[in-house]
């Protein structure tokens, strides 16, 4: 089974990690030349999108029928033209298995492994504060001025998981202290 995600789906959820009951939808996309263009029914797809995609974690089934029954429509929708404008984006195979291995791992589980490895459970990470609001809105800034919006992101994860969330240590990996 192929899937498919919104892109940037973060921008539209308001709550994390749980099924929310309601998305937020910017009045921006009345100037987005791109989205005007589009025809009626693909615009309200693309609301539909963004509902269906937050209730399952962004792993969207890439088959029409499908989003057509889950979305209530009369008719088979057409995904193309969210595809080419980029709202749309297959999840790779890999990315998905990785996903789903971690789904299906409990927190007893991962208790257990680490009890074997000698480590502790980590801690939750503490709510940010405006600092790292504030450097976390530096790091997306320089990504976006060096890589095109979906690449920005794919690096803005990355970057995330691989210094653990440390926006001192991202920023000075990416020589953005002094930017």
């Not at 791992?105 to 503490?126: F, H, S, Y």
């Not at 240590?169 to 202290?177: N, P």
Request: charged content about 30%.
């Amino acid at each position: 089974m192929r899937y498919i995600q919104v892109v940037n789906l973060e921008r539209y959820q308001h709550y994390k990690n749980r099924n929310p009951p309601w998305v937020k939808w910017y009045t921006h996309c009345l100037d987005d030349s791109e989205f005007a263009e589009l025809d009626d029914a693909t615009k309200w797809l693309a609301v539909g999108l963004v509902m269906l995609a937050s209730r399952c974690s962004n792993r969207i089934k890439s088959d029409s029928k499908w989003i057509q029954n889950r979305l209530g429509m009369h008719s088979e929708p057409n995904l193309k033209a969210l595809r080419r404008m980029g709202f749309l984006a297959s999840i790779p195979r890999a990315k998905r298995l990785l996903r789903d291995r971690d789904r299906e791992e409990t927190e007893t589980e991962t208790e257990n492994v680490l009890a074997k490895e000698g480590k502790e459970k980590p801690q939750r990470k503490p709510t940010p504060t405006p600092d790292d609001t504030s450097r976390s809105m530096k790091i997306r800034r320089i990504l976006t001025q060096r890589y095109p919006e979906s690449r920005a992101n794919e690096e803005w994860t990355r970057l995330m998981h691989q210094y653990g969330g440390n926006t001192d240590v991202i920023l000075s990996a990416i020589g953005g202290l002094d930017a």
